[in-house]
Each structure stands twice: as C-alpha cells, then as structure tokens.
C-alpha cells in the first residue's frame, strides 16, 4: 500500500491534519519530527541550537530515505524537508505526496503562540514567515498535489487529501 505523505509549510496543518487522516485510512501515522526526537533524544529547537540547521537537515535527509523505503504509512514531514530536493524525490517513489498550503497570515496566526519554532524567534514573525516561504515556493511547486487549508475545516481538508491519495495511490 502506498505511503501518503503531508508536506507543507510550518502551521499549514500537517500535524492536525495527519491525526485525523489516522483515523479515517489504513495507514500508520508517523511524524518525521517526532522521530528524529526521538532518534537523537532532544527536541527539534534544542538539535537547532546545539548542533546548527545544516545538522538537522541531515538528519532529515537520513529519516525521508529510510521512511521511502517502506509502506503504509502516512507521513507528516517537517516544514523545512522540502529544502533537499532528493527528499521529495525519495518519498515520492513510494507515496503520494500533498503539500498543504496556506497564507503568511494564516500561518501566523496558527503558530504565533507556540515558543518551539525555532525559526520564528525574531523581532517579526510574520515577515519571517513571508521571507520563507517566498524562499521555498519553488520547492513547495514541486510536490505534485496541493491542498490549500486556509478558512477550511479539518474535515473538508482531509476529504480533499483522501480523495487525492485514492485517485493516484493506484
């Protein structure tokens, strides 16, 4: 059975998005995040601050090639795994992959309260997030399907992306 796997920006959706999806398709829910935590028994923030972004996308690079190596499972990537191209190429061999987009505002609003991003601890916030993710369009344009979750309900959303997954998971 093929993956399917949720890319996206920080705050698009992926992490409430895949707790439901669990629910609702035979696939095992694993979040890429989580286990590299759990890997290296430290937070994302911490990994960041201690060994540097280039050491996390290693190790992001590590955990997508091992993942795309097996099936069944329903993937919430980070919102920076985008960044190596060979990441969406492995995971795309076995999974059908959905970015999940959504506006600066929208994003902000979603993450603004949350102290663990590490890559939003700036003066502003908001044009951090538009810097970024003006930075990463182009990556973001290569996962093949997107579903935009700004002013939609989770469920509508999950809909969307099972109706995606079932049309291409051949």
Known sequence: MKNL?????????KTLISKKLSKLLPLSAVD???LIED????????????K?????RELERV????????SGL???????????PENIQNLSKTGVCVCLTAS????????????????LNTEDPLATIKTMLSARQSRYDA????????????????????????????
């Open 52 to 56: 540097g972004e280039p050491y996390f």
């Open 104 to 119: 600066p505002e929208t994003i902000y609003e979603r993450v603004r309260r949350h102290s663990h991003r590490p890559l």
């Open 63 to 70: 955990m997508a090639q091992e993942l795309s190596k097996k």
């Open 74 to 84: 329903l993937i919430s990537t980070g919102g920076g795994v985008v960044l190596n």
């Open 32 to 34: 890429m995040d989580a």
């Open 5 to 13: 796997v949720l890319f996206g920006f920080m705050g698009t959706g």
């Open 39 to 50: 890997k290296e028994k430290t937070s994302i923030s911490s990994i960041f601050a201690d």
């Open 143 to 170: 996962v093949p399907y997107h579903v935009a979750t700004d002013a939609k309900s989770p469920e509508l959303i999950c809909e969307e992306i099972i109706a995606l997954y079932n049309k291409h998971a051949g």
